[in-house]
């Protein structure tokens, strides 16, 4: 009913021991895009839901991707250039190309429509454009319908925020963080270390606070948020934010 990714954490496993220890005594534990979801069971109430909210259900049926025909002969050095054109949309959209060659037999009824007018362009069997392609129609097409491809199909990066309630510094750094995610895109987790459940992290973390993590991964403690280091990686990962980008779970 919905697309994600199941990802499975054996805690018995060497190299999974933080995990062990902190959810040892509640499995099975849920994690969604690696915030805790539910413990001791799964909540499926929780997890339909932030499913709904994103708008990850599977519809019904899959609509094929729209085919954009090319009428065209061997001589015209424009439908060329039309084609070329088309390849190279190809990259950033789903369709498919179809090309029909007016002066062979069997096409003489698009011979005597469009023999004057060629290069001739369809979309979906309908009339897009004469002697050339409307680049600007044809993306608007493709774009209304939802046929961009998207630059990635992994989830978004999770900052973490290791904090505790009376930390004025970790406000800062969390206040850094939102900034930030008006340029980029990725997920603030905030683990309050004074928290029950949380001793792990207090144990390691409680005299090097704020700590952050990217993905799991140490970044930077003590003291004010590295924005450098995490602008850097976001970069490298492409999470730029674009007028349109939503990758999946």
Known sequence: KYHFTIEKV?????????????YQYSLPVVHYNGEWLSRNGLSEEKLVRRLREEGWGKTATLKPRPTVTLFTTPLCGLCLEVEAAMELLQKKYHFTIEKVDVSMKGNIMWKRQYQYSLPVVHYNGEWLSRNGLSEEKLVRRLREEGWGKTATLKPRPTVTLF???LCGL?????????????KYHFTIEMVDVSKKGNKMW?????YSLPVVHYNGEWLSRNGRLNEEKLERKLREEGWEKTATRRPDL
């Open 170 to 182: 970790c406000l800062e750094v969390e206040a850094a963080m939102e900034l930030l995610q008006k």
């Open 10 to 22: 054996d805690v018995s496993m060497k190299g999974n021991i933080m995990w062990k220890r902190q």
């Open 202 to 206: 207090k144990r390691k973390y409680q």
């Open 163 to 165: 904090t505790t309630p």
